[in-house]
């Protein structure tokens, strides 16, 4: 025979299944969140550690990690997990960084 199920446990179990998919999203955003915030930092580093002394490597290198940070940074607003306009933020802030240390490093090698 088979037992039916009231309407209250029926809530019971969706609210279960709701909190389940929640506890999995979560888990997945702060492990992007995570990937990014590292890599910023990582990046940030990397950069305020060009110089004038810094080879065409040391910056091709720089380079790739600002490649790679765009491409998770737009993959973490893809999934929704940042707003757009953040990323959109912390790119241009990174690229500025960027940029002045690259011309910095330029205009004392000129000297």
Do not use: P
């Not at 990014?36 to 091709?60: C, G, P, T």
């Not at 929704?80 to 240390?101: D, F, M, P």
């Amino acid at each position: 025979m088979s037992e039916t199920v009231s309407k209250k446990q029926k809530r019971k179990l969706k609210k279960r299944k709701i909190l389940r998919k929640v506890y999995k999203r979560t888990l997945r955003n702060k492990q992007i969140i995570k990937k990014v915030k590292v890599l910023l930092k990582n990046l940030r580093k990397a950069i305020l550690s060009l110089n004038s002394n810094s080879s065409e490597q040391d910056k091709s290198k720089v380079e790739e990690m600002l490649r790679n940070f765009y491409k998770e940074i737009d993959k973490a607003v893809s999934k929704g997990v940042i707003h757009k306009n953040e990323a959109a933020r912390k790119k241009s802030r990174i690229t500025v960084l960027y940029n002045k240390q690259v011309n910095l490093s330029q205009q004392l090698v000129k000297k």
